[in-house]
């Protein structure tokens, strides 16, 4: 057992107010791909002329919206996934009472279904989906099974996931909620994410208690300031610090 996970493990249990906010490395072990990593999206050789952020940008949207579909339904819903050891760990600690608030980049739900309950989604979530017009809801199989641009069954407008594209701000209420839950953390534990999308990864600098954990394959812009630093896989991390609470 590395001293490290033994470390995290103690931090853990001397924390009462822990505050988790992770990125794509999150869900790669639910065999997500991250979309900045060597195997991830963005690097994946795409037959089209558009970058992926062009692709998943809101004028690529309003001006190709057939082509931003079959790249949404293609390469952005994992109807599959499961919640792997990170997710579960996280939900058991909330269940614990350990664990106040998840602040998460991701889209896929997965906090949600392992059983966390207090979520911050600041991306927003493929497992909703509005009609533009009126508003009706539809889930993400909606979407998968609709044929080119989906449609409202109600109205006939376009329903539009409720996911924050590129050129979009984010959610202002999902944002001072996570704001507020990590200014009163105890413990900031950062995992799986690179930490270079803003605004998302500024609200870290509203942290101001005890611990600020740090678990990333690889290093981040915020090792130096980190109480505890643990490159290696987030699952894998939380698995061994779980038995040993």
């Not at 002329?49 to 690529?60: A, I």
């Not at 599959?80 to 991701?106: R, S, Y």
């Not at 309950?117 to 508003?135: I, P, Q, T, W």
């Not at 109205?155 to 409720?162: E, H, I, L, N, T």
Request: hydrophobic letters at 40%; aromatic letters at 10%; charged letters at 25%.
């Amino acid at each position: 057992m590395s001293k490290e996970i033994s470390e995290l493990a103690q931090i853990i249990k001397e924390s009462n107010n822990i505050v988790f906010f992770g990125g794509a490395g999150v869900s790669t072990e639910s065999d997500i791909p991250d979309f900045r990593s060597s195997n991830g999206l963005w690097n994946e050789k795409l037959q089209i002329n558009f970058t992926p952020e062009q692709l998943v940008s809101h004028t690529f949207y309003m001006r190709y919206p057939e082509d931003f579909f079959a790249f949404y339904k293609d390469k952005l819903i994992y109807p599959n996934a499961k919640p792997n050891k990170a997710h579960l760990a996280l939900a058991k600690l909330e269940e614990m009472g350990k664990l106040k608030a998840i602040v998460t980049q991701n889209i896929d739900g997965l906090h949600q279904a392992a059983g966390s309950k207090n979520v911050f989604e600041l991306h927003g979530s493929v497992l909703r989906n509005y009609c533009e017009k009126c508003g009706a809801f539809y889930d993400e199989k909606y979407m998968l099974n609709a044929k080119g641009v989906p449609v409202c069954e109600k109205c006939g407008g376009r329903v539009k996931p409720d996911v924050v594209l590129y050129e979009e701000g984010l959610d202002d209420n999902i944002i001072k909620g996570a704001i507020r839950a990590i200014a009163a953390a105890d413990t900031l534990i950062i995992g799986g994410t690179s930490l270079v999308v803003y605004p998302a990864a500024g609200l870290i600098q509203y942290f101001t208690g005890k611990n600020l954990v740090l678990i990333n394959k690889s290093e981040t812009s915020a090792d130096r300031n980190a109480d505890l630093v643990i490159h290696d896989a987030i699952g894998e991390v939380f698995d061994e610090v779980m038995k040993m609470i």
